[in-house]
């Protein structure tokens, strides 16, 4: 069966500090890849989506990028964070397109900067 | 603009009921319209998918409906429980964009028994 690792689970960072977050998927092969950041009590922005090795394509202009090296590895990171990047990130996977498949989440880490 | 729009007030109900919630969506022609789970400080669980051509669909305790004249997606829950408590998630393809999914705010769901 398939499974998604995020973490850490939870990262106080200070303003101006770098950021890697890491995601990986394990049991499947060739997946769609997201990253998402959820603000509190609000829906998911999608930050992120790679459809293989070294393709990302940003979807809001911002401070994060996105790296995908292995085909089940997607990292988000960021040279120097803003207090506007506290949030909820989330990193989810799919089937590949056309096929409607849902997005499997992983667990969200909880960051917080300061 | 594209929207989606949910009850972002929470939706509190007597357990055994049935709680239903409405997506609304503007300026979309989704292929496909998802529902998701969400406890809190979990990430969203799929639930359902119904697709442009389907009226209906239905999972255990759950049904869904999607009227594209309407731009609307109801989600039911029948005989609620306490355990249902949860936010719930809608989600839209955008059409010719692969399988990137936009959400909406979510509605909280408060089951009491």
């Known amino acids: 069966s398939q499974t998604i690792h995020q973490w850490p689970a939870t990262l106080v960072q200070p303003v101006g500090s770098p950021l890697s977050l890491e995601c990986t998927v394990e049991?499947?092969?060739?997946?769609?890849l997201y990253w998402y950041r959820q603000a509190a009590g609000r829906g998911l922005q999608l930050l992120f989506y790679?459809?293989?090795?070294?393709?990302i394509s940003s979807e809001v202009p911002q401070n994060l990028s996105a790296s995908r090296p292995q085909d089940r590895q997607f990292i988000l990171s960021s040279k120097k964070l803003l207090l506007s990047d506290s949030g909820f990130y989330l990193c989810?996977?799919?089937?590949?397109?056309?096929?409607?498949?849902?997005?499997?989440f992983g667990p969200g880490t909880r960051l917080t900067v300061l | 603009s594209q929207k989606i729009e949910q009850n972002s007030e929470a939706l509190n109900i007597q357990e055994g009921k049935t709680a239903t919630l409405t997506c609304n969506y503007t300026?979309?022609?989704?292929?496909?319209l998802q529902w998701y789970r969400q406890d809190p400080g979990r990430g969203p669980v799929f639930l359902l998918l119904?697709?442009?051509?389907?009226k209906e669909k239905r999972k255990e305790r759950l049904k869904v409906t999607f009227d594209t004249t309407l731009k609307q997606s109801l989600f039911h829950i029948t005989a609620s429980q306490p355990a249902d408590s949860a936010t719930y998630l809608c989600?839209?393809?955008?059409?010719?964009?692969?399988?990137?999914?936009?959400f909406g705010g979510g509605t909280r769901v408060l089951v009491k028994p």
């Open positions: 989600a839209l393809d955008k059409k010719a964009a692969g399988n990137k999914l936009t």
């Open positions: 300026n979309y022609s989704p292929a496909y």
């Open positions: 790679s459809v293989g090795i070294g393709q």
């Open positions: 989810a996977w799919s089937g590949l397109a056309p096929s409607y498949n849902e997005q499997f």
């Open positions: 049991g499947t092969s060739n997946p769609n």
């Open positions: 119904i697709r442009e051509n389907e």
